[in-house]
């Protein structure tokens, strides 16, 4: 699982503008031609939350400008976060390196009485839970950072790491699962961290991609952790054992409660629509207020006089400090926009369902096929990050070369997160939606079939194409969503895509009893049908968008607006 790109769970929704206009063009011109538009997280519509009117109302007392702090200041909260996500937003996901070494700690030894097969089903069980609660995690991550702010889900997701670091340290001694109990919290640790972490964005607007991108990138390093651990624990000759590993890490929790209290922010940045409407608001209010004003200057006393000047000289401290922010060269933002309506274009079908209510998104084939595609997708991913080693020790017949292609495999997760990402943009910026599509096709049926070849160079080629594919797969995805349904509900359509997708991760279990189980040791019958429900599924979703991005060619050609699907 990644979130990337259009970051995770946001939903943008109407900033109110009435009697409010621009008194300069420099930075409203931004929004010429969109809505004035505010950030939050909360995957729930408007309509679904019977608070949402006092929310809207007290949500700049939640935010702040980023005029406001100093940039020495919001450049270290950017580094300082990067690094906190690089050893804690997905560790989880680096399980395949940590497998080995709990299975030499002795695992689930005592329930399974020295049964190979049954350690081998307990642990990727552990997995399968920890990547379903990461997605799961996902939708409650949104609202408690929308109504309490990032320090609070900073410090809970340091809670989470804790409990999680020491229910696996001492899981040998507890009565219960703690490895599955830790895995879980280890895993509902990172959601809290890295989510809490994109509003960083809004630090500096005009540098806003390259801060989701240095998040981006440290998510995927992260889950190199365990094998830096693996590595450490073979050089140690098992001397540095999993108790100590992560008693150790509890300095990583602890260093995000000491840094959300000393130097993140309490409350999150204002996005750039919120600042181009503080930059259009009227010193004195709405336009009302201020016709009164002028209409009773023959009556303001002297003491009145000086408190409307100090408001005209910090109204005017406060637009000069959002020009300096988000920059005021015309000729730039011209540019900018010309650009995103290219891209927009050049995508197919931006806004085919923009203007149709969340439940109407939901219920059209866009969203069906997506959807499923995804829950196919996201199974076969985490399937086969847990299952990598036994896998190919059944297709070679060797443990020393499923060790070697594990080895591989550990460095290459990491690897391909980072070097993709400038990749990923250039692709989904400059390509049309159906291309992106069949691509992920294309690709997915490739990595299935090089799965199932008994061949070394087969093996090596399938963990490239995958370590490239998974980032590719999850940007693809969201993009997809925000250009198809829009911002105005993508928190609650992209999260209701990832958080079914999540739960259905418990099929791996079926799956893993299957291999193990039924075939015997035998990975390709579960990976042939996969393979066959991905390809099908993907084939139905590229040929609907395609059919339906010439309809809405030729509508617009014709002068038909959106909404049709």
Not at 520 to 534: A, E, F, M
């Amino acid at each position: 699982m990644s979130l990337q790109r259009v970051a995770s769970l946001e939903t943008f929704v109407n900033v109110p503008t009435e009697g409010r206009r621009s008194r300069r063009g420099s930075v409203s011109s931004v929004a010429a031609s969109e809505r004035a538009r505010k950030l939050t997280f909360n995957p729930l519509p408007e309509s679904w939350n019977p608070v949402f009117d006092d929310h809207e109302a007290d949500q700049l007392a939640r935010t702040r400008g980023a005029f406001e702090v100093p940039q020495w200041k919001r450049i270290l909260q950017v580094v300082v976060m990067v690094v906190i996500c690089l050893f804690s937003a997905g560790i989880v996901f680096g399980y395949a390196a940590l497998k080995p070494v709990l299975k030499r700690e002795g695992a689930y030894q005592d329930m399974c009485y020295g049964e190979d097969t049954c350690v081998e089903i307990h642990l990727n069980l552990m997995f399968t839970v920890a990547a379903v609660a990461t997605n799961v995690a996902a939708l409650p991550v949104g609202a408690i950072l929308d109504h309490y702010g990032p320090r609070v889900c900073g410090i809970t997701g340091a809670l989470f790491l804790s409990i999680g670091a020491l229910s696996i340290s001492f899981a040998k001694t507890l009565p219960f699962d703690a490895f599955l109990l830790g895995y879980l919290f280890l895993a509902l640790g990172g959601p809290f961290t890295y989510i809490s972490s994109f509003q960083l964005s809004n630090a500096f607007p005009r540098h806003s991609g390259l801060i989701l991108a240095l998040l981006t990138g440290a998510f995927d390093a992260s889950s190199a952790l365990f094998l830096i651990y693996r590595i450490i624990y073979l050089k140690s000759e098992g001397a540095f054992g999993h108790h100590k590993f992560f008693l150790g890490y509890l300095v990583v929790p602890a260093v995000i409660l000491v840094v959300q209290l000393t130097i993140l922010p309490k409350r999150s940045y204002k996005t750039m629509g919120e600042m181009i409407e503080e930059y259009e608001a009227p010193p004195f209010g709405d336009a009302s207020a201020v016709a009164n004003v002028v209409n009773a200057d023959d009556q303001v006393d002297e003491q009145t006089a000086l408190l409307r000047e100090e408001q005209r000289e910090h109204h005017e401290s406060v637009i000069h400090d959002i020009e300096d922010l988000l920059g005021s060269d015309e000729a730039d933002k011209d540019k900018q926009a010309q650009r995103e309506e290219a891209k927009n274009e050049k995508s197919g079908v931006w806004g085919v369902m923009h203007n149709n209510t969340a439940l109407e998104q939901i219920r059209s084939p866009w969203f069906v096929l997506i959807c499923l595609f995804t829950v196919v997708q996201m199974t076969r991913i985490n399937y086969f990050v847990a299952t990598i080693r036994p896998q190919y020790e059944a297709i070679f017949g060797s443990t020393e070369k499923a060790i070697e292609i594990n080895n591989f495999f550990d460095l290459a997760l990491p690897l391909g997160g980072i070097i993709s990402i400038p990749f990923i943009g250039a692709i989904l910026d400059h390509t049309s939606t159906v291309a992106v599509l069949s691509t992920l096709v294309v690709a997915a049926t490739t990595i299935g079939i090089l799965g199932v070849l008994p061949y070394e160079w087969a093996a090596y080629a399938n963990i490239v194409l995958f370590v490239l594919y998974r980032p590719f797969y999850y940007t693809a995805v969201s993009d997809y969503s925000a250009k198809v349904f829009g911002f105005r509900t993508f928190g609650t359509v992209y999260g209701t895509i990832i958080c079914l997708s999540g739960l259905f991760n418990f099929s791996q279990s079926a799956l893993d009893y299957l291999f193990h189980r039924t075939f015997r040791g035998n990975p390709v019958p579960v990976n042939l049908l996969l393979l066959s429900l991905g390809l099908v599924i993907g084939i139905c979703l590229v040929g609907y968008v395609t059919l339906k991005a010439r309809s809405l060619s030729m509508k617009r050609a014709a002068g038909y607006g959106h909404g049709e699907y």
